[in-house]
């Protein structure tokens, strides 16, 4: 059983200064940096800060999938235009830029596993996904290839070296910070990659990039996720997975059946609208069973979760997992990139997985999320690492195994 959170020890609280340089060793002019650009501000920024610091900077821009369909909707990341903006920021910088189709690569690790979470009823986060298998494993492979000792993004994260190896830290700007996506890059990893933006603010990236004389400057942000330009994610999975949205039964926290659904992936936890049915109260989805196609629906407090069970868990903190949990860890986790971190308490579960209690329960967990680990609430907190969510424990019927546990 997990023990109760007192708070953050105060030792682990200090922050490190950052470096006043890229934190590169050896000469620029004779260091070769390979830049991701994936045509957008950050990037093109990245590249050309790299680039008048006097380092052998290479621009590369990976081609992910069919850019064509994506075209008409603004704010889609890695749309056709991405390409040439890339190509053009590359031109105006003096650096070399190569594009590499990386579309079956990116097909197999990232929405192939998309459709299969989706019809699994998991939630997923294809953004971690792709920074895992194809930015930080593929990339950073061939970033190799090309001689390149360091692999640079536009990330709102923070690099930093500290006596056991580089560490990764939550972004200055708190709105920006894009660490729960990189919860699963590895300590390997970090040695060879650099984030130059963690510690500037949006504000200060575009004023580079006016500086720059960078033709996207004022470009959108990419929003959502890429490969679906419609916004409408059961479409894209109907068409890779057919037969997907299979109808079956609405039913209640007792199993009484309460109406009829056209398919699970039409659903996900924690939703209100658009479930057909009228009972005379709000009512939300809080499981989805996707062997009996069912769709779970209650009252509020029924997406109160109390316990995560994990997998894939990747530790980013000092020492092994296994010496971290041997008597737990305080700590504060993300179940959801747009929340902030809560306090919670990671250890080894009965079945002997990872686990976290959260000392504050938590509304519509779901399976297939990612859940980021940091050392502190707010500010630039180190990133301890995280894992996937395999299943969840209501906050009810965590308290009563609690109140077992503790009369045994």
Not at 126 to 148: H, M, W, Y
Not at 255 to 269: A, E, K, Q, S, W
Request: positive net charge.
């Amino acid at each position: 059983m997990c023990r109760p959170f007192a708070g953050i020890r105060r030792r682990e609280r200090r922050r490190i200064a950052m470096p006043n340089s890229f934190d590169i060793d050896g000469r620029p002019s004779a260091t070769r940096v390979v830049v991701a650009m994936s045509g957008g501000v950050d990037s093109s920024v990245t590249a050309a800060l790299l680039a008048e610091a006097g380092y052998d900077v290479v621009g590369i821009t990976l081609q992910l999938y069919d850019h064509g369909a994506a075209t008409h909707r603004k704010g889609a990341c890695c749309a056709g235009r991405d390409i040439h903006d890339a190509r053009a920021v590359a031109e105006r910088i003096g650096i070399p830029h190569y594009v590499l189709d990386y579309e079956s690569r990116f097909k197999e690790a990232v929405i192939d596993r998309f459709a299969e979470s989706y019809v699994a009823g998991e939630t997923p986060v294809p953004c971690v996904e792709c920074n895992q298998s194809i930015k930080f494993r593929d990339l950073l492979d061939t970033a190799r290839e090309l001689g390149a000792k360091i692999l640079a993004t536009g990330h709102y994260v923070a690099s930093r070296a500290l006596p056991g190896g580089r560490a990764l830290f939550r972004a200055r700007e708190a709105e920006r910070d894009q660490s729960y996506f990189l919860f699963a890059t590895t300590r390997a990893q970090l040695e060879l990659l650099r984030f130059p933006l963690g510690d500037r603010s949006k504000a200060e990236t575009r004023e580079l990039a006016r500086r720059f004389g960078l033709a996207v400057a004022d470009k959108q942000d990419s929003q959502d996720i890429c490969f679906v330009p419609t916004g409408h994610y059961a479409q894209v999975i109907e068409r890779l997975r057919p037969g997907a949205a299979a109808p079956g039964d609405i039913v209640d926290l007792d199993g009484r059946v309460l109406g009829r659904h056209d398919g699970i992936i039409h659903f996900t936890i924690g939703q209100r609208r658009g479930l057909g049915i009228a009972v005379g109260r709000p009512l939300y989805v809080v499981r989805l069973d996707a062997a009996a196609r069912r769709v779970v629906v209650g009252p509020r407090e029924a997406l109160r979760t109390s316990r995560i069970r994990l997998r894939d868990v990747n530790w980013l903190g000092d020492g092994s997992i296994d010496e971290t949990l041997a008597s737990g860890r305080e700590a504060f986790v993300k179940v959801r990139s747009t929340r902030p971190p809560q306090p919670a308490w990671l250890c080894r579960g009965e079945r002997g997985g990872i686990e976290v209690e959260l000392i504050a329960s938590e509304d519509g967990v779901s399976p297939g999320q990612a859940c980021a680990f940091y050392d502190a609430a707010e500010g630039q907190a180190r990133v301890l690492g995280g894992g996937f969510i395999a299943s969840t424990v209501a906050a009810a019927r965590g308290a009563r195994a609690a109140a077992m546990a503790v009369e045994r």
